[in-house]
């Protein structure tokens, strides 16, 4: 499954509970109400145990995670930033 | 009258330093205003304040007045399905956590305890208003002049004054001792709080749901309610809101308490479905701030007297008490002549002091302004430190993976090193518009007579 598939799946399936039954890519995550404090700290739990990707501390902030395309974008951002890091330290 | 040390100030900063400076074999002058007991806000203690009060030996007493003893704080946020919980924690010898108690303090009663003590302990306590400080020989402050009740003037000669004034800044509105009090990041909220009979209180069998545990009502940024026990049937409760949302409603404290108590969140109305009040409503405006140079030859100021920030973490007895304990050895040292004289004999004990609260101030910034990235901070990635954090344990191990990721999110650098980057107060850096300070002299002399204007 790839990243915004497995992001979508995980935010239906746990946070949109009663809510969302379809879940556009574009959404407003928080206007929508679908996520909350609670939501953002089980996405970001998501991300970290299923995907392997530890989120930095400065980039835990609520605009990376505003809608389901904006945190695949950020995610890819996130791996070009690692992977340069590391290509740089070999 | 002559001492070593004069204590402006009978509240826990006062009391405190006089208990701590007893240890040192010093027997401080307290000078105090009001007749005791009186009305204070401030009502709730952290792990690190009741570690104090135990390290002063006063544990058996807290229990046996009956003080309810707080487990925790249950927060209840915007969302129904959300409230979390920060339990009361200690940390052992090998600084392994271990959940502890501490308390809910009516300050009357709480306030009178620690003067009592440490009048008994061998202060003299001295009722009057203090009206300026005296002058030694080489031009440093050198003790206080006092109105005494019966109006006469009392000199009290001193080779250092305790500054420990609380909201009232004094030495900070004298002008020509201390530096320039500037306004704080939240200088523009206001608290109106009183008590009530009658709430409905937590009572599930766990340190999460037990009845004596603070409550936190957030409905959004700037704009929460506390419900504090202060014993079995009464509650202390405030609301504190932007001033300007409460000057627009134009109504009267009391109506707005009790409108807000019912209309704040849904948690709080259940808890208080009819508001019996049981105390007057007070307000306190402005109540950030920050004073600069806050110690120097013969002056130091203690807890409030010097800072403030904001009231949701319940820190306010707990930095005056540890401030109070850490200055304790360092007055003795100055009073058997250590760096008589520098420029600032107390400059590492002001700075450290500063540190301590610029903790507090960049954990307090990141729950107002990335409240979502809090919750996330505190319940999943940094919870151990953010249960020092809350315990009032900001002296030591400091700074912590917590701290540097909330300097991180909020883009903020605290460095050290000279005096134009020393503890700056954000309201000012980060909000020049801020700059402008609080004038000794301003027109606001009293909360109670700020609010008879509108």
């Known amino acids: 499954m790839d990243t915004q598939s497995a992001i979508a799946d995980f935010i239906t399936k746990e946070l949109a509970i009663g809510r969302a039954k379809e879940l556009h890519p574009d959404d407003d995550l928080l206007a929508t109400g679908v996520l909350d404090s609670l939501g953002l700290m089980q996405l970001v739990l998501f991300i970290e145990e299923h995907l392997g990707v530890k989120v930095p501390d400065e980039d835990v902030v609520i605009e990376n995670f505003r809608s389901v395309s904006a945190l695949t974008a950020y995610l890819a951002r996130l791996d070009g930033r690692q992977n340069e890091s590391e290509g740089a330290a070999a | 009258m002559k001492t070593e040390v004069v204590i402006v100030g ?12 007893h240890r040192e074999g ?56 959300i409230s979390w919980f920060v339990p009361v924690t200690g940390r052992d010898e090998n600084w392994q956590l271990f959940p502890w108690d501490t308390w ?35 031009g440093d402050v050198g003790g206080v002049q006092v109105r005494m009740e019966d109006g006469g003037l009392q000199e009290i000669h001193a080779d250092l004054v305790l500054d420990c004034s609380g909201q009232a800044t004094w030495l900070a509105g004298l002008g020509g001792v201390t530096g320039p009090k500037y306004l704080g990041s939240y200088d523009k ?22 009845p004596d545990n603070t409550l936190i009502f957030y409905q959004k940024k700037y704009h929460w309610a506390w419900f504090i026990p202060l014993d079995a049937e009464t509650v202390s409760v405030g609301v504190v809101i932007p001033a300007a949302y409460f000057l627009e409603k134009r109504e009267t404290k009391r109506d707005f308490l009790v409108r807000e108590l019912s209309e704040l969140h849904p948690e709080l109305k259940r808890r208080i479905p009819v508001a019996d009040l ?17 110690s120097g030859r013969g002056f130091m100021c203690i807890g409030d ?50 540190v301590g609260v610029d903790i507090l101030e960049d954990v307090l ?28 344990r900001i002296y030591e191990r400091q700074p912590s993976p917590a701290l540097h990721g909330f300097r991180a999110v909020l883009k903020r650098q605290r460095t050290y090193d000279g005096d134009d980057s020393y ?22 002399e009293s909360t109670e007579a700020w609010m008879g204007r509108h």
């Open chain 2, 10 to 21: 009978g509240g826990p900063a006062g009391a405190a330093s006089a208990l701590f400076l």
């Open chain 2, 26 to 81: 010093i027997k401080p002058i307290l000078v105090e205003r009001e007749p005791f007991p009186r009305y204070h806000i401030g009502e709730s203690l952290t792990g690190a304040a009741g570690k104090v009060l135990r390290e002063l030996g006063l544990e058996d007493e807290m229990y046996r007045r009956r003080f309810p003893t707080k487990q925790g704080v249950k927060v209840f946020g915007q969302s129904e399905r």
């Open chain 2, 104 to 138: 809910q303090v009516r300050r009357s009663e709480f306030d009178g305890m620690l003067l009592d003590r440490a009048v008994g302990g061998g202060s003299q306590l001295v009722r009057g208003q203090t009206t300026g400080v005296l002058r030694n020989s080489k």
């Open chain 2, 189 to 210: 909220q206001i608290a109106i709080f009183s008590q009530v009979r009658g709430a409905v209180r937590e009572n599930g069998g766990t340190r999460e749901t037990h």
């Open chain 2, 278 to 294: 049981v105390e007057d409503v007070h307000v306190i405006p402005n109540y950030s701030y920050q004073v600069r140079g806050f």
């Open chain 2, 305 to 354: 007297a010097h800072r403030f920030l904001d009231p949701i973490f319940s820190f306010g007895v707990t930095v005056a008490l540890r401030e109070a304990q850490l200055a304790a050895p360092v007055i003795k040292a100055y009073l058997n002549g250590a760096k008589r004289d520098e420029a600032n004999p107390f400059a590492e004990h002001q700075l450290a002091s500063e």
């Open chain 2, 365 to 392: 910034d990141c729950f107002w302004e990335q409240p979502f990235t809090f919750a996330t901070f505190v319940h999943a990635r940094y919870t151990e430190h953010m249960t020092d954090m809350f315990a009032g």
């Open chain 2, 423 to 444: 503890s700056i107060p954000i309201g000012s850096r980060y909000h020049p518009e801020r700059a402008p300070l609080w004038q000794a002299g301003s027109e606001v």
